[in-house]
């Protein structure tokens, strides 16, 4: 069954980085696109970006360039978002989400979450 | 940008039936998807293209899109399905995620 599992949560001071994996099982990594999504608290999802697991070419929304990085290894079906320069209107729940397609399109697997924590 | 409107809270007795609507300009001409979201678990697809259930969804959900709304129903409304139900759309390259409904058993 496919399954994607995300690291723990994060405690991290403002200024600092985090690094959130997804790892993927159950079918073939670089059929289906990945999705990054964040739910900030008491908030709704709100759709990040996407990455081309074949080719690894990432796409970011307005709003997440910059500080934001998605990267893969595909050798081990994992995903991975990267957050420079924390700041405390980070502090949400992060999550990876399989797309149904090869593009983005809409989301048929998620992964658990990562609550990212910014606070000094 | 494009925009997905949903009313903050709809209320519904057990065994009554729930409807959620979701609107936006010319959303019939769009598929529509709606994820249901339980207190600290992640979302789950439970309607895709406007009415089709993924496997393992009950039979209670259902799903229709038309015009400038698109229509999540719950037939037959258990406790369980107590949630928040967020809608989604693809728009010029874009996922857009409506504000979410909070779906309240009484």
């Known amino acids: 069954q496919v399954q994607l599992v995300q690291s723990g949560s994060e405690l991290k001071e403002p200024g600092a980085s985090v690094k959130v994996s997804c790892k993927a099982s159950g079918y073939t990594f670089t059929d289906y696109a990945m999705n990054w999504v964040r739910q900030a608290p008491g908030q709704g999802p709100e759709w990040m970006g996407w990455?081309?697991?074949?080719?690894?070419?990432?796409t970011y929304v307005q709003g997440f360039t910059g500080r934001f990085v998605f990267s893969l290894d595909t050798s081990v079906s994992t995903a991975y978002l990267q957050i420079s320069s924390l700041k405390a209107e980070d502090t949400a729940v992060y999550y990876c989400?399989?797309?149904?397609?090869?593009?983005?399109?809409?989301?048929?697997?998620w992964g658990q979450g990562t609550l990212v924590t910014v606070s000094s | 940008s494009y925009e997905l409107t949903q009313p903050p809270s709809v209320s519904v007795s057990p065994g009554q039936t729930a409807t959620i609507i979701c609107s936006g300009d010319?959303?019939?001409?769009?598929?529509v998807f709606w994820y249901q979201q339980k207190p600290g678990q992640s979302p789950v697809l439970v309607i895709h293209q406007d009415k089709k259930r993924p496997s393992g969804i009950p039979e209670r959900f259902s799903g229709s899109n038309s015009g400038n709304t698109a229509t999540l129903t719950i037939s037959g409304t258990q406790a369980m399905d107590e949630a928040d139900y967020y809608c989604?759309?693809?728009?010029?390259?874009?996922?857009?995620f409506g504000g979410g409904t909070k779906l309240t058993v009484l």
């Open positions: 989400a399989r797309d149904a397609t090869q593009q983005p399109y809409y989301f048929d697997y």
């Open positions: 010319k959303l019939g001409d769009k598929y």
């Open positions: 989604q759309a693809w728009d010029t390259r874009t996922v857009v």
């Open positions: 990455i081309n697991t074949k080719t690894g070419n990432p």
